[in-house]
């Protein structure tokens, strides 16, 4: 097993979410190559890396949306199970942010934030739409709540989402890409809301392209090409001072420095 | 499960054959005589006089509420008696299923027209085109791609309506089917047999039509 | 040429209980066949590949057949396949219930498949069974889609009832028909016949318009 690195903050701590060989193919196709990672409780960590280097599938491994071909998750010490009946168990302890929203169009915001503990955690209506409501208006939507999410902009839409995450109370929040399918103007909104519950302390794992956004918020940034961690490290190295020459080539191709 | 004898089948093969013969003609005619009308009063159900559009639209809603069978029993019966002419009956059967095909094919022109982005039609008029060159240059060759699985769905339904002149004697395979059931005394044999011919007519006949249309898909997108 | 109406009064009657039995086959076939094409929309979506395969040739066999057939099929055969006797009835129930379900079994599947992937994911995401999801997610969803093809086909059936008169079930084509030959008066009844087709079909085609138009996705 890999030593924490003692520049990571709460690399003392068991880890709440290791990656032991993980390994997924698609057909021919290797698309994660023997991925062994920490994330620590408390942190934020960011994937980078081009398009198609395994970010996504990683994390739709995570919470078993797509499950690993190969080696071990394990969350919070116990590893992932296999069977759909446990590994829901699991889901309901982390939050998932999509790319696209996939926020429910038949219900509205309050309803989407809320179905989560009504289904699953088999709330009181009452109570989780109350909770839910709380949520909004921790994320600036409540007096959207009524809305459908057709009558939301992208960036409400995506923050009604992280607010249907947060109701679950995940130990973790996985975020694909959040900000990539929004118009250049909400982008911000989104992140502030991330920014902010970053500054709660809450375990969170994202995979971006905003790297400034990475640079500020970031515990610690995980860069990957063609299914492999090309490096892994604290922001200010891997920005600064990165010692894997084509992490160097991936960020100036980006315009980074 | 009884014996299964396909003599009379083979024995009848010709009969049967003209059958299957006419029905395949009785389809292919009715069909292009719908999409012909059907794409004429289908541009003028969405370009007409207010007066022409109300008129398109009773008559479409009016083929939607009426049988089939009563639209061919009515023009081989009634319309003699009207105006004093005899039509034959694959005459009759042709007119009556055109008739009502058309009304479908009327609603899928104007769906398709009305799909198409308006966008298109000022970029073809800011290019100086006349309305009937939009029209005919760039309205109805995207519309007719986006119309080809309704107008699947359509041919396969004129088909099977085909099968419905048999009771006005129609000597198409279905009325065929049924004279050598009757008249060999055994139906099941004659019936199923006539299930896998109608089976191998109409399923090539739409499984083509979706296979063109995943071919030329992309051509209607804007 | 003289016309006498006065035959479609004097039958009114019989005409009235050919309307209503084409009303009763209308509604009977699709409460039977709902069911049915739901059963058979997730045998198809199922991971048994024979109940999936069992699904598609029934489906693709009963949309790929002219429903006259089936009727006379249904008549002819099924007394000899199985020893039961069927009234005219019975029979063409079961002919108009086997087609309708096949299309209804298509609509229920597209409908289902209509939904995009990411929102299972978004639900099991959030820790929900596949059963919850379909529940919560899916069926809600695919019901705004499947409601305005089931007004069109609920339309088209009613209409396709007039097909069970060719063996002799007594709805409203099978009745005037029978008027017709007996009384001679071929124009009038014809067209009395149309006449109270258009009277019951016209408010349905509208009604299944204005379904469409309700139910309509936007995205
Ligand atoms: N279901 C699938 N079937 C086949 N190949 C897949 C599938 N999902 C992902 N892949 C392939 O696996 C590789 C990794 O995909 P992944 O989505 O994880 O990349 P990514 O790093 O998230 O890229 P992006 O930044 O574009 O989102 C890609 O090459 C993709 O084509
Ligand atoms: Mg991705």
Sequence with gaps: MTEPSPLRRAATQRPLLEYKHVCKTFGAFTALDDISINIYPGEVVCFIGPSGSGKSTLLRGTNGLD??????????????????????????????????????????????????????????????????????AKVGLADKADNYPVNLSGGQQQRVAIARALAMQPEVLLFDEPTSALDPETIGEVLSVMKALADEGRTMVIVTHEMSFARRVADWVIVFERGKVLEEGPPEQIFEAPKVERTKEFLSHLGWA | MP??????????????????GVTILLSILSMAASVLFGTVLGIARVYGSRLLQLVITFYVDTM???????????IYFAVPILTGINFPPFWSALIAITIHITASVVEI???????????????ALALGMSWPQVILNIVLPQAAIRMLPAIGSVLSVTIKDTAIASVIAVPEFMKRAETVASQSYQPMEVFTFAIFVYFLLLFPTTRTIDFIYRRVAHLGRS | MTLDWSI???????????????????VLTMSLAVPLGIVLAFMRLSKWRSLALL????????????????????????????????????????????????YNAETFRAGINS??????????????????????????????RVLPILATTWVSLFKDTSLVSVIAVGELSHVALQIRSQSFRVLEMLTAMAVIYWMMGYPQAKLSDWVRKKFEVKE
């Design chain 2, 64 to 74: 939607r509420s009426i049988p089939v069978l009563v639209v061919i029993v009515w």
């Design chain 3, 55 to 102: 699904s598609q040739c029934f489906v693709e066999l009963f949309r790929n057949i002219p429903l006259i057939l089936i009727v006379y099929w249904s008549f002819y055969v099924i007394p000899i396949l199985i020893p039961v006797q069927f009234s005219a009835f019975t029979t063409g129930l079961v002919a108009l219930v086997l087609c309708v379900s096949a």
């Design chain 2, 109 to 123: 022109v104007r769906a398709g027209i009305e799909s198409i982005r308006e966008g298109q039609c000022r970029a």
């Design chain 3, 8 to 26: 479609v009064w004097l039958n009114k009657e019989a005409l009235a209980e050919g309307a209503l039995m084409t009303i009763v086959l209308t």
């Design chain 3, 115 to 144: 939904v995009r992937h990411g929102q299972t994911n978004a639900g099991l995401a959030l820790g929900m069974s596949q059963l919850q999801v379909m529940k919560e997610i899916i069926l809600p969803q695919a019901a705004r």
């Design chain 2, 3 to 20: 014996d299964f004898d396909i003599s009379p089948i083979l024995e009848s093969w010709q009969f049967l054959a003209t059958g299957i």
């Design chain 1, 67 to 136: 499950p690993f071909d190969g080696g071990e998750v394990f969350f919070d010490g116990q590893i992932l199970p296999r069977k759909q009946s446990e590994v829901r168990k699991v889901r309901q302890r982390m939050g998932m942010v999509f790319q696209n929203f996939e926020l429910f169009p038949h219900k509205t915001a309050l309803q989407n934030v809320a179905i989560g503990p009504i289904t699953v955690l088999n709330k009181d209506r009452v109570e989780a739409e109350q909770q839910a409501m709380a949520l909004l």
